[in-house]
């Protein structure tokens, strides 16, 4: 068999495996579906709730999707008028570092109350943005301090433009930096709009994470791991784009994609 | 005498801000055309004279001069090739001209004949990760031509390579240096490489950095290897060696 192949079957045929073993047991031991469903009864509710779930999954998407876009710009702005201004950077960064070390889930009712249940998406989307918002700011501003040095005077010996020695030079070097933290920052957009729709509550959110909620205030436990399934789903998904990605801009060039025989 | 000077340094001195002094009243002034060695060992000011040369840091005292100002006319090559490892051989032989602004056809001409002068037709579309540390440095002299300058300003650019290696590029650059009529300055801490390149040697003297002696060997035009076993480049070592040893005082080598 080959290499690419293993790597790609072994790991389903392990997650298959552990699929027949869960049902075989569940059934064996006649445990309860309100204990744990085995994965049958799951996909069954996958499928019942089909609609309402994937409306759902949109819904905790497109916040997730626009906290990383806003969290990639301005993270990426941030560290750029760090690099630009040692003063700017002294002054915000302490508070960048405190935003993301106070959880946001104590951050939540503050936010919430602040913007208003009426417009619920935007505080979701704040939250979401200050959760993953640190590690591009840190990695853009790590990569854009380890420029080389002979590179930064050919650039100045050749008359290079503020414009030029950004794009031409201080964003390629960054990049593979970036993409480490737009990785990890993909990861946690997800994570903080489950929180913040934890926290939003009854009612007004109408993503995954409510519907957990919902469905555990039921009991309806199948549903709740079928609406876990498709979170895990997307967060695979967001690994699997990003890392995709960094393959296709790095490849050709980056240490860390060069295949060794040892 | 000769032609005006290229380049005329005059009572230069440059204090760091931490308050080192690396340099302390120069004056040299060099002539078109010429091969100038600067040869001392460690931390005697020579990269700061060259960066001040390049205009890439200013003088504390005194002043520099050079017949073609503007950007292009230097080139500068570094002990480390220092490539942007996401651009292919070509964009980055093409980095100076694209900050300048040149439009692609003209590019692609230069960057084709500065390649070719360093051997690198081939390689155009290589990635520096896939090249050797010979190639790295042609890739690095290439970029350096590829704007035409005038003056060559090259910063122990083969010392971190194998003498095999290291001699070939010695050859290739008296060669290139003939052919497109360059002015060159050249850093290194080898004696007898500063004899077999250059037309001239200055030696200079750390804390502060200055020159002490002011050798022509006046290496025969044409040179080759062969040059090397000939009485007059082993005298001339001698003789620069000896200025070399009493700046070192004979100690720490
Ligand atoms: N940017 C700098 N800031 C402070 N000191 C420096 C700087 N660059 C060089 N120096 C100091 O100046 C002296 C000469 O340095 P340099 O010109 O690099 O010597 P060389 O290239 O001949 O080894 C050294 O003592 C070095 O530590
Ligand atoms: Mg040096």
């Not at chain 1, 089909?50 to 990383?68: C, D, E, K, R, V």
């Not at chain 2, 037309?199 to 002696?213: I, W, Y």
Request: net charge neutral; with cysteine; aromatic share 8%.
């Amino acid at each position: 068999m080959s290499k690419t192949a293993l790597r790609l079957l072994s790991p389903i045929m392990l997650g298959i495996g552990l699929l027949v073993f869960w049902e075989v047991m569940v059934r064996a031991l006649d445990v309860p579906v309100f204990v744990l469903p085995g994965p049958l009864v799951i996909f069954e509710a996958l499928v019942t709730n089909f609609a309402s779930l994937m409306a759902s999954a949109w819904a905790t998407l497109t916040i997730t999707l626009a906290a990383f876009l806003v969290a990639l710009f301005a993270g990426v702005g941030l560290a750029i008028l760090f690099s630009r201004s040692r003063l700017v950077e002294l002054m915000v960064y302490p508070y960048a570092v405190a935003l993301q070390v106070t959880p946001v889930v104590a951050i939540a009712p503050l936010i919430l109350i602040w913007v208003g249940y009426e417009r619920i998406e935007l505080a979701l989307l704040i939250l979401a943005t200050i959760v993953a918002f640190f590690p591009i700011l840190s990695a853009t501003t790590l990569g854009l301090k380890s420029v080389d040095h002979g590179l930064r005077d050919l650039f100045r010996l050749y008359g290079a433009s503020r414009w030029q020695t950004l794009i031409k030079l201080e964003l390629p070097s960054t990049l593979p930096l970036l993409l480490t933290g737009m990785k990890t920052s993909g990861g946690l957009a997800l994570i903080g709009a489950v929180v913040a729709e934890f926290v939003a509550g009854s009612g007004t959110a109408t993503g995954l994470a409510w519907r957990i909620v919902e469905a555990g205030n039921r009991l309806d436990i199948p549903k709740m791991f079928a609406a876990l399934l498709l979170l895990s789903l997307l967060g695979i998904t967001i690994f699997l784009l990003l890392s995709a990605l960094e393959w296709a801009l790095l490849r050709k060039w980056h240490e860390s994609m060069v295949k060794r025989e040892s | 005498m000769s032609a005006d000077p290229v380049v005329q340094i005059e009572n230069v001195s440059k204090i760091f801000e931490g308050g080192t002094e690396a340099l302390r009243d120069v004056t040299l002034s060099i002539a078109p055309g010429s091969f100038t060695a600067l040869l001392g060992p460690s931390g005697c000011g020579t990269s700061t004279l060259l960066k001040l040369i390049a205009g890439l840091i200013r003088p504390s005292a005194g002043s520099i001069t050079s017949s073609f100002p503007g950007r292009g006319h230097m080139g500068y090559v570094f002990q480390d090739a220092t490539l942007m490892p996401w651009a292919d051989v070509a964009r980055n032989v093409a980095m100076p001209l694209d900050l300048m602004g040149l439009d692609e056809a003209e590019t692609r001409i230069r960057v084709a004949t500065a390649l070719k002068l360093v051997g690198l037709e081939e390689f155009a579309s290589a990635y520096p990760r896939a090249l050797s540390g010979g190639m790295k440095m042609r890739v690095s002299l290439a970029r350096a031509l590829a704007s035409k300058p005038e003056v060559l300003l090259l910063d122990e650019p083969f010392a971190a390579l194998d003498e095999i290696t290291r001699n070939r590029l010695n050859d290739d650059l008296i060669r290139i240096a003939a052919e497109e009529n360059l002015t060159i300055i050249f850093v290194t801490h080898s004696v007898f490489e500063s004899v077999y390149l250059a037309d001239r040697v200055v030696v200079m003297a750390p804390r502060p950095g200055r020159p002490v002696a002011d050798f022509e060997p006046m290496a025969p035009a044409g040179r080759d290897q062969d040059w090397r076993l000939t009485s007059g480049y082993t005298e001339m070592c001698g003789k620069v060696s000896e200025a070399v040893q009493a700046v070192v005082g004979g100690a720490d080598v």
